[in-house]
């Protein structure tokens, strides 16, 4: 009887006990399992995080890569652009080149040979005056011969209507050299305004290809970001989380397993 009231005592301590390891068995079950819930929770967070990261940066490569398409073409277009100026330039200032000087060089002579026109006709006109106006010479005081005065006056006059024939012509050389000096200064300006346009075509497009360098360093910078997003810290972070997240699940199954035991 004694041996039976002993048995029965061991085996309701043992019951006890194994009662207690049962209850906290279930508490690091339990425990477990809201570890597990909130590392997971952990675990979409940033992983929705890191995607989010990547697609922000994949539109924005996206982005740059089109302005990059637009920015070429606008290089190409403005090289174009300048590429014609140069060659218009270049002409223009051939045309200048090859009649500003010759130009210059009749201007100069025709206005020369007027002076000297002008001077002789001046002089001309004061000898035909004396003739006609004098029947006798003033210094000497001598008679002029009527036939030599009226010879004199006919050969001065023929000489006057010459002189302003050649005048007259001369004075439509001048006229004819006037208008191409006009349109050679319009040549001129024609060329400042071409020269100024290629310059500012000239600024704008080392503007542009500085702006473009600076753009494919942005698209290299941003491939680079994209390409880390699986290796930088927020995959290692991940990768931690995942890391405990295993420890976690294998802790579960230990657990469980002792339970059903």
Do not use: W
């Not at 500003?100 to 009749?106: F, G």
């Amino acid at each position: 009887v004694v041996e039976d009231v002993l048995d029965i005592e061991i085996f309701s301590d043992m019951n006890v006990l194994l009662k207690g390891k049962l209850s906290d068995l279930k508490t690091d079950i339990k425990t477990t399992n809201s570890r597990i819930s909130l590392v997971e929770e952990k675990k979409d967070l940033q992983e929705s995080n890191i995607s989010a990261s990547k697609k922000e940066h994949e539109d924005e490569l996206k982005k740059k890569q089109k302005s990059l398409q637009s920015m070429e073409l606008e290089v190409g277009v403005g090289q174009e652009k300048l590429d014609a100026l140069e060659v218009k330039c270049e002409l223009l200032k051939a045309s200048i080149n090859s009649k500003k000087t010759p130009l210059e060089t009749k201007k100069k002579q025709a206005d020369e040979i007027f002076r000297d026109l002008n001077k002789n006709k001046l002089k001309l006109k004061k000898e035909l005056s004396f003739f006609k106006d004098n029947s006798n010479c003033p210094t000497c005081e001598q008679d002029i011969d009527e036939t030599f005065r009226d010879g004199m006056i006919d050969t001065k006059q023929s000489k006057e209507e010459v002189l302003r024939d050649a005048i007259k012509s001369l004075m439509d050389t001048i006229g004819t050299i006037d208008e191409d000096m006009d349109a050679l200064r319009t040549i001129e300006t024609e060329y400042s305004e071409h020269k100024n346009s290629r310059n500012h075509c000239h600024a704008n497009l080392v503007a542009m290809k500085k702006s473009r360098i600076a753009l494919n360093g942005e698209i290299e910078d941003l491939v680079t970001v994209i390409e880390e997003t699986d290796t930088g810290n927020r995959a290692q972070v991940l990768h931690d989380i995942e890391t405990e997240l295993n420890e976690l699940e294998i802790s579960q199954m230990t657990l469980s397993g002792t339970k059903k035991t």
